[in-house]
């Protein structure tokens, strides 16, 4: 019995894994690739949990024992995604950034010609002054 509910737990972990992943995927919170890697993992999980040969060592664990790795393993999961949510924030703002950064370069080199144009039209018309004058 001690060995089942340890069992629901990983399954259950590993469902909560892979859903809370799909929506953070959804909603831009997270990157694809960090989408991709918490699918696996979570799909280990379900079937660490629900395969028998898989999960044998659950009978062999203590009741206080698989307890203590639930919550270990739970509050382990949790700062990694936690953790992988602010690096894909990271890289997200990153890309932005850059972005911005290229049109203003952009918008700079359309002010420098724009500048030039205008120097070179103002020195013709100094040249037409001390010629005429």
Known sequence: ?????????????????????????????????????????GLMLVLI??????????????????????CVGGIFLFEEVRTSVLLSQLKMKNRELAMQVSLLNQENEYIMNELDTLQKSVEKMNEKDTVCG
């Open 49 to 70: 949990g629900s395969i028998p040969a898989f999960s044998q060592w659950t009978r062999l664990v203590s009741s206080g024992t698989g307890l203590a790795f639930l």
């Open 1 to 41: 019995m001690e060995g089942m509910i340890i069992r629901a737990g990983i399954i259950l972990a590993g469902a909560i894994l892979m859903v809370s992943s799909f929506w953070m995927n959804a909603y831009k919170k997270i990157t694809v690739n960090f989408a991709v890697i918490w699918e696996i993992l």
